[in-house]
């Protein structure tokens, strides 16, 4: 196996995006064109990889998959050679294993049965699935968890994928919402919880899976429901079967989802997430008032809750900053000197609006603070007589163990900090966060349906069932006994 001999040290501000995946059957259809249309609307689920696995009924799988964006793995002729009757897509974030090539999906096997797999999340207990499999005599290429699954399946003694995936399914744990294909069909399955979303759609007849909606509207297709966690879903030409694999022991559906990663036109809950957005704004400004001239939002995550808060306060709201929205991936680092306006590359303050304002800066989170801090003192610097952070999340002090790349803990802004003694860190004249109850309020939900953990430190697996990103890695570089 490949491995990874050290960790990249990373300093961007913020939780990670994670994955993205799709999945669809529909002979006739260009399959793979959707499949692309479908990862640009998830590109931001995942900036690190893309890939398309895509077979005629009966054929063999053809699989493209390659470090960089959706725009920049495919162009007509990569998607001309994916022609096919059904495709599953990828976007990545890696959330366990490296960045590496091997670990980009859908993930190709050919064992007892060819298959591509992809899948959004994280595994718990990778290390000891992994020795299983080793110890049974089957070859792993990659470090991700995402290869453990795929093994099992294309492995598996079961007549059908359907059967091998009922089987395997209650034998795993953490968060996976997956898509796998054969020469004849998709299919999609949740864990039991449902931490990560998985959505089932309809074009000209024929179904599709998506991890969000905003992938349904691209391409034209229409919403149906959401997989219910523990459900397997098996797409065919023309038809679906489904059936529960595990009874679910409660939904722990990722509160974070609606708060950042989804994007805002996507549907969950019941609820398009700008409106949920926009509905914590408003209750942030009920819980947080502040005497102020004008609301700015920090593009272009905090612009939903920054109308929201102007709203509710009765305050103006304009734009403070203009953002730069070609800046994706940063490919060259500044030297020494330039380092500290790095952040200008994204976002660049309007003293025509701000200078001697009192401002309140409204934005979706705060991790590392680094990020905010620099915000709080270009606002500063183009005038700005006051600056008030309202934030339309609570405080994350906790990790994410399933399928978001966080700091740790003990490099979050919140770590062992009073709300107050954040504010000074950041450098703002004061600082407040919606509290958890607002957010429930705002998304008509109930923590007994939700995964929290991240404010709370209430994980629905228990504490220690997280995995680390490189402990694949650390297990294939350790030396046999």
Known sequence: M?????????????????????????????????????????QHRGQEAAGIAAAHLGGNILTLRDTGLVAQVFDQNALGSLDGDLAIGHVRYSTTGSSAWENTQPIYRSDRRELALAHNGNLTGVTELRDELVAAGVELRSTSDTELMAALLSTHEADTLEDAVVDILP???????????????????????????????????????????????IMGAEYLREVEPGEVVTIVPGGIRTRMAVDSPRKAFCLFEYIYFARPDSRMGGTVLQAARGRMGEILAREAPVDADLVIAVPDSGNPAARGYARGSGLPQDDGFVKNRYVARTFIQPGQALRQHGLRMKFNPLPEIVAGKRLVVVDDSIVRGNTTRQIVQMLRDAGASE?????????????????????????????NKTVDEIAADIGADSLAYISLEGVYEAIGGERANHCDACFTGDYPLGAGAGTDKYALEAADSTPPA
């Open 2 to 42: 490949n491995s990874v001999a050290s960790t990249p040290a990373d300093t961007r501000e913020g939780p990670r995006d994670e994955c993205g995946v799709f999945g669809i059957v529909a002979p006739g259809l260009e399959v793979s064109k959707y499949a692309y249309l479908a990862l640009y609307a998830l």
């Open 387 to 415: 600056v008030h952070l309202r934030i339309s999340a609570p405080p994350i002090r906790h990790p994410c163990h399933f399928g978001i790349d966080m700091p740790t803990r003990e490099e979050m802004a919140a770590h």
């Open 171 to 217: 034998r795993l744990s953490g968060a996976f919402s997956t898509v796998v294909m054969t020469q004849d069909c998709v299919v999609a399955f949740r864990d039991p919880l449902g931490i990560r979303p998985l959505v089932l759609g309809m074009i000209d007849g024929n179904y599709c899976v998506a991890s969000e909606s905003c992938a349904f509207d």
